[in-house]
């Protein structure tokens, strides 16, 4: 009891002084955000997909829907984790479903490529805990022949 | 009240009483054609039950399921944006009637929070389970947005504790 009070005191303290820092919303502990396919090492013919994303113990909200314990899914492409107390930039590497989407069509040349999800509230900011999926590696093969896509 | 207050007041009172009568006419009207009204949908719009599969052998009596869904978005009941909606998931019951509220109890379960995927527990046995979307008043779309209605067979589990 003692303990966590001092925590939160010490919480509250670190709050007043960062001044830069993004107000987090909070997340349940055991929220969890995950990619259900394609797995990780999956070979995809023709690099064209639908990716799924996967979210336990929360709710998906459109951008601009505040509501606790939601957020929507934003799908990082060949790059790593943005800053977490910060907007999540918006460009080809930074994919924002805004709409609430749970699916995507995703198009990407041959070559090695990393996906990652990471959920963030109706201002695009991540949450606290940050809710991110491990980083997977996927591998489009050199198009050999003129294949269409695999899913 | 002297009777020249009164007939002061008249015209106030006229003017009022045709107020609530318009405004009474006015709902009676909406109510009496076009009873709730249903968002749209996208022809495209597509929702599946992403697991278990149709006719699954489920080995156990609580279940994961998840929601698919393409071009459409998810948002939590009490949203109204357009191309979005929350799931319901139908539990061994026939579609309702699909220009009202989705009704809410143990063969209708609300994902009212923009759930996903959930863990439902089913007695052995052979069980349907279809997804149907609603908009923020819980009334489905038009098209309706729904899953194609599934069956499948949960035996009880062997003794190890479930998966």
């Known amino acids: ?151 | 009240m002297s009777k020249r207050h009164t007939l002061a007041c008249m015209p106030v009172l006229v003017v009022a009483w045709m107020l609530v009568a318009a405004a009474a006419w006015a709902q009676a009207g909406s109510t009496a054609q076009d009873a709730p009204k249903r968002s749209p949908a996208p022809n495209d719009a597509y929702v599946y039950i992403g697991w278990p599969n149709d006719g699954e052998v489920v080995r156990t009596t609580h279940i994961k399921v998840w929601f698919g869904t393409r071009n459409f978005g998810v948002a939590p009941a009490g949203t109204s944006k357009p191309n979005t909606g929350h799931h319901h998931l139908l539990i061994d019951v026939g579609l309702p009637p699909l220009d009202e509220p989705i009704p809410s109890d143990k063969n209708h379960l609300h994902f009212g929070l923009g759930q996903t995927e959930t863990f439902i527990d089913l007695p052995p046995g052979t069980h349907t389970l279809q997804l149907l979307m609603a908009d923020g008043d819980h009334i489905p779309h038009d098209p309706p947005v729904m899953s194609k209605k599934i069956t499948i067979h949960v035996q009880a589990a062997p003794n190890v504790a479930s998966q």
């Open chain 1, 1 to 151: 009891m003692q303990t966590s009070g001092l925590l939160t005191a010490c919480l509250a303290g670190l709050a007043m002084m960062g001044p830069a820092l993004a107000d987090n919303k909070p997340m349940p502990d055991n929220a969890r955000v995950y990619i259900i396919w394609p797995a990780d090492g999956q070979v995809i013919a023709g690099g064209k997909f639908w990716i799924r994303m996967g979210l336990s113990n929360a709710g998906i909200a459109p951008a601009g829907i505040e509501k606790q314990y939601t957020g929507h899914h934003h799908l990082l492409v060949d790059t790593d984790l943005p800053p977490l107390d910060d907007v999540i930039p918006n460009d080809k590497n930074h994919l924002h479903f805004g709409l609430g989407q749970t699916e995507a069509r995703i198009e990407l040349p041959p070559g090695r490529h990393t996906l990652q999800l990471l959920l963030a509230d109706d201002g695009h900011v991540p949450h606290k805990p940050p809710l991110y999926s491990t980083k997977i590696t996927i591998v489009v093969p050199p198009s050999t022949s003129r294949e269409g896509s695999t899913q």
